[in-house]
C-alpha cells in the first residue's frame, strides 16, 4: 500500500474526500455530516491543499479517472528529517525511485521550503537531483515543463517526472507526480468564453450546491458551458480521465490490463445510468452571448454530452423552470463596484428573476464580491470560500424564498 495524496484547490477539500469516500477510497463517514463539516475529515484525511489516502496501482488509477475536483495525485515516495544538504542527499537517495524513473529520465522539481535550515529551494531540487543519480547511476535532466503544451491525447514520455518536495520544519516529504497534465484539462474545453470556469471548481460547485443528479439544473450565465458539462458528466457517471493519457502510463509498473478493465468498467456505469434516466437529463444552459452559447454546445460536442444538455441563447430573465430543481451558475462579477455600476442592476434584475419563477428552487451563485451577493436579496449561506483564476470567491447557497 502507498500513501497517495490528491492535490486539490483550496475550499474543495470536503468534495475531493467525498468523491474518495464515493470511490470506496476512503472509509465513510459516520452520521449524515455534510462534507465540509465533518470533524473526522478534517481530523484525519483533510489537509490543506488535499486529501491524504492510501492504496496500490487500482486506486492510483481510480483516483485519476474518477476524480472531478482533484488536481493531481501524488504518490508519496518518502518522509524524512533532513537538517543539511548532506543529510538531505544521503537519505533521499534511499529511497526506490526505480519504481518510477528510468536511469537518465527527465524530471521537474518542485519544491517549496517552510520554516526549515533548508531554504534555498534550487538548491534543494539540486540534491535530490543528486540523490536520484545516485540511486540510478545517471544523473537525470532537469527541465521545466511547458505549460502551454497540451498532453492529455498525446504521449507521457514528452513531459518530465514531476517530483514534489515539501519541506516544513525540516520535516522533508518527497512526492511522485501520478497524473501528469493537470486533472482539470479533462479535454473537451478548447473553445471558451470570457472568464471561463475551470472544470475541477465547476464540479466542486455542483457537489457543494447539493444537486441530486436527477432534478433540473440550471444555468443561466452559462459561458463556455462548464457548469452544465461537468453536471451532464458527474449525472451520467461519465469519469473525467476516460480519454485523456497520465503520468503513470510511462511508469515500468504501469499495467494497461488493469486500466482497461477500470475505463470498462466505467462504461457500463454510463450505460446503465442512461438507461435509468432515460432519453435526455434535464439539464439547461443558457446566456444572453451567442458566441457563448455557440463555444459551450461545441464543448460539450468534444465531451459527448451534446444531446444531454438544452443549450440557447437567452437572457437570464426569459429563462422557463419547470417544476423544483437547481440554479447553479458563476455570473459575471466586477473586482470593483464603482467601474461595474451595470452588474448590480444585473444582480438585482436576477434575484428578481428567482423569486418570481424559481420559489422553492436551491441556488449555488459564484461570486468575488459579497456586495453583489446582497443585490441578489435572497438569504443565502457564504460561508463556503474557494478561488477562481486566483481570485478568491464565495459560493452562496440556499433555496429561494
Not at 472531478?68 to 534511499?94: D, M, N, P, Q
Not at 455570473?331 to 448590480?344: C, H, T
Not at 461570486?367 to 463556503?384: E, I, Q
Request: charged share 20%; with cysteine.
Amino acid at each position: 500500500m502507498e500513501k497517495l495524496f490528491a492535490v486539490c484547490a483550496p475550499g474543495l477539500e470536503p468534495f475531493t474526500a467525498l468523491e474518495l469516500r464515493q470511490l470506496g477510497l476512503l472509509p465513510p463517514v459516520q452520521g449524515d455530516a455534510a462534507p465540509e463539516t465533518s470533524g473526522r475529515d478534517r481530523a484525519a484525511q483533510v489537509e490543506n491543499g488535499g486529501v491524504s489516502f492510501a492504496g496500490d496501482l487500482k486506486e492510483i488509477y481510480l483516483a485519476n479517472l474518477h476524480l472531478r475536483t482533484a488536481s493531481r495525485v501524488l504518490v508519496r515516495l518518502g518522509e524524512f528529517y533532513a537538517a543539511a544538504f548532506s543529510e538531505l542527499r544521503k537519505k533521499a537517495g534511499r529511497l526506490a525511485w526505480m519504481r518510477y524513473l528510468k536511469p537518465g529520465q527527465p524530471v521537474a522539481i518542485n519544491v517549496a521550503c517552510h520554516q526549515s535550515r533548508l531554504y534555498h529551494s534550487d538548491a534543494v531540487a539540486e540534491r535530490i537531483a543528486g540523490a536520484i543519480g545516485d540511486c540510478l547511476g545517471e544523473q537525470p535532466q532537469v527541465i521545466r515543463p511547458d505549460p502551454g503544451v497540451s498532453y492529455s491525447n498525446g504521449e507521457t514520455n514528452l513531459q518530465p517526472q514531476l517530483v514534489v518536495v515539501r519541506l516544513v520544519q525540516d520535516l522533508c516529504t518527497i512526492s511522485i507526480d501520478s497524473s501528469g497534465e493537470l486533472l482539470h484539462r479533462r479535454g473537451y474545453r478548447l473553445a471558451t468564453a470570457k472568464a471561463p470556469l475551470r472544470e475541477t471548481l465547476a464540479a466542486g460547485v455542483l457537489l457543494a450546491s447539493g444537486w441530486d443528479k436527477i432534478s433540473p439544473l440550471i444555468d443561466p450565465f452559462c459561458g463556455s458551458g462548464t457548469i452544465a458539462i461537468e453536471a451532464a458528466m458527474m449525472a451520467l457517471s461519465i469519469a473525467p480521465g476516460r480519454d485523456r493519457r497520465f503520468r503513470f502510463m510511462s511508469w515500468e509498473s504501469y499495467a494497461p490490463a488493469l486500466w482497461e478493465v477500470l475505463t470498462g468498467e466505467n462504461a457500463h456505469q454510463i450505460q446503465g445510468r442512461r438507461t435509468e434516466i432515460g432519453s435526455k437529463l434535464n439539464v439547461s444552459a443558457s446566456d444572453r452571448d451567442a458566441g457563448a452559447v455557440q463555444a459551450a454546445l461545441a464543448n460539450a460536442t468534444r465531451s459527448g454530452v451534446e444531446n444531454d444538455i438544452e443549450f440557447s441563447h437567452r437572457a437570464v430573465s426569459a429563462i422557463e423552470p419547470i417544476g423544483r430543481g437547481w440554479i447553479v451558475t458563476n455570473p459575471p462579477y466586477g473586482l470593483r463596484i464603482s467601474a461595474n455600476k451595470d452588474l448590480r442592476n444585473l444582480y438585482a434584475q436576477f434575484g428578481n428573476v428567482l423569486r418570481a419563477k424559481c420559489p422553492g428552487w436551491h441556488v449555488g451563485v459564484l461570486c468575488s464580491d459579497s456586495r453583489l451577493l446582497n443585490n441578489l436579496g435572497l438569504h443565502l449561506d457564504t460561508s463556503l470560500s474557494l478561488i477562481n483564476g486566483g481570485v478568491k470567491v464565495k459560493l452562496a447557497r440556499g433555496i429561494v424564498e
